[in-house]
């Protein structure tokens, strides 16, 4: 019997993961599963972050350094930036669209949104500088009175979570820095610590640098240098073939301890995270899985069919099979860094982009590129407004596009990015940072499937600058 191929046996893993997650929490065995399966997971994604950062170091530098002259490369950044910004406020269009058209923030009762929104206009009263948006004034109604205690006590919860807080004081310590500390923040001091503390804008720049400095130089001098650092370059690519061999009972580790945590020793718990915010969760999802499975898909097939003549679904199937690997371990490890080796494996030995082009545009993609966070946090903010019974003017929304593009460019350095760059976005917009309380429970989820957005992103962004310079090549995927 032909062993099963490895997109299928994670897929094994994945539902297996599940399936223990449900029986465990059912059988009172959670504790078991987060003390002696989940650790198995840690340590598959900290083999994989182990693995990243020397592999784009010496990725880059060897692709780099196999370019003829700083003009190709100059070329190849000015196309990686646009089509990453592109892509990115593509997202969060998208999310934009989602939200108007199916609005999540109204399906909720008719009772939640009234506490809801007299919660929203306590906030307004307490809040110096902060005005309303419409003329709507449901405390002046004497009928509203008996919601005004549990909108006083919703607003009191949101502000006082614990985890909000953390993250709104990452966020003011950011705030107190200058305009151009992103740009600080990118150059390193000193490169091991960069690499000791995994700061991968920072070994990017260092990679970026040490190999124009190389092209620079006489071909003759550098060719020892060249030898030792592809030398390099082979071992930790192989590694990745070593440690995704493994990959399937990882991946059953991760997802059931991370359900395990979620859900306890009460299955019903993941329900009614679910059914609490089932509209903005599916909607969201669905949002996600139309640029995966679609957009994105139709864009290269496009593209590798008018450039091979493969055929339009033919090669629609070549990059959906290609990537699949990378995008089932994305949704199990929601870290699009830690499935940056895979990412590079697939996307050299499965789509045929040839490494110099890979080394370079993915590692600035899994830095910069959120295509996932842009858009979940167009439709989280729309979301939230509705859900306050607050309708956003196209201009606001705007705003909201504009916001999503730029957090998600300058998330790099901060950690939990997505959420906490929520903060700003509703703030740019005049509503309640707080509000984010309301969505944390489903956010794990959302994650997953955002995290497989954005490395989908950065598969296509390298595959059409592989096309536009002539450096992808068709390979067999029988064995995918």
Not at 105 to 122: F, H, P, V
Not at 145 to 163: F, G, P, R
Not at 328 to 335: D, G
Request: glycine residues 8%; hydrophobic residues 50%.
């Amino acid at each position: 019997m032909k062993k099963p191929s490895l997109p299928v046996q994670i897929i094994m893993g994945l539902i297996l993961g599940i399936l223990w997650a449900l029986l465990s929490s059912s059988m009172g065995w959670s504790d078991f599963t987060i003390d002696w399966i989940a650790p198995f997971g840690t340590i598959f994604i900290n083999l994989l972050k182990l693995i990243a950062i020397p592999l784009v170091l010496f990725s880059i530098i060897a692709g780099i350094g196999n370019l003829s002259d700083t003009a190709t490369l100059g070329r190849m950044g000015v196309k990686t930036l646009a089509l990453y910004i592109g892509s990115t406020i593509l997202a969060a269009a998208m999310g934009m669209f989602i939200a108007n058209t199916f609005n999540p923030g109204k399906q909720a009762s008719e009772e939640q949104l009234k506490i809801n929104r007299l919660a929203y206009e306590l906030w307004v009263n307490d809040s110096e500088g902060v005005e309303y948006f419409d003329d709507v004034r449901l405390l002046n109604d004497p009928n509203m009175a008996s919601y005004l205690t549990d909108a006083q006590s919703a607003l009191a919860e949101q502000q006082s979570n614990e985890e909000l807080n953390a993250k709104m004081s990452v966020l003011k310590n950011k705030k107190e820095t200058g305009p151009l500390q992103f740009f600080v923040d990118m150059v390193p001091s000193n490169i091991f610590l960069s690499f000791n503390d995994s700061l991968m804008l920072q070994v990017i720049f260092f990679a970026i640098f040490f190999g124009i400095v190389m092209v620079m130089l006489p071909n003759a001098q550098m060719q020892p240098v060249a030898a030792v650092i592809n030398g390099f370059s082979d071992i930790f690519i192989k590694m990745v073939d070593v440690v995704m061999k493994g990959a399937p009972f990882f991946v059953f580790a991760l997802l059931a301890g991370k359900l395990a945590e979620m859900a306890g020793d009460e299955p019903g718990r993941l329900v009614e995270i679910f059914k609490a915010l089932g509209a903005y969760t599916g909607y969201t999802i669905l949002g996600l899985l139309i640029m995966i499975l679609l957009l994105y898909p139709a864009v290269i097939a496009f593209l590798v069919h008018r450039k091979t003549n493969m055929g339009y679904w033919k090669s629609w199937g070549y990059f959906m099979r290609g990537i699949r690997p990378a995008q089932l371990l994305a949704f199990s490890t929601s870290s699009t860094a830690a499935t940056l080796p895979v990412t590079m494996d697939c996307v050299r030995d499965n789509l045929g982009v040839d490494e110099e082009i890979g080394s370079f545009v993915l590692p600035v993609g899994a830095t910069i590129n959120m295509d996932g966070t842009a858009l979940y946090q167009t439709v989280a903010v729309i979301f939230m407004a509705q859900f306050h019974m607050i309708d956003l003017s196209l201009g606001q929304q705007a705003t909201i596009i504009l916001m999503a593009t730029l957090g998600s460019i300058g998330a790099a350095s901060v950690p939990s990015a997505g959420m906490i760059m929520l903060i700003p976005i509703l703030e740019s917009v005049g509503l309640n940072p707080a509000w984010i309380a309301i969505i944390f429970p489903v956010d794990r989820i959302i994650d997953m499937v955002r995290t497989v957005l954005n490395l989908t992103g950065d598969a296509s962004v390298s595959t059409i600058i592989a096309l536009s310079e002539d450096k992808f090549k068709v390979v067999d995927q029988e064995e995918l």
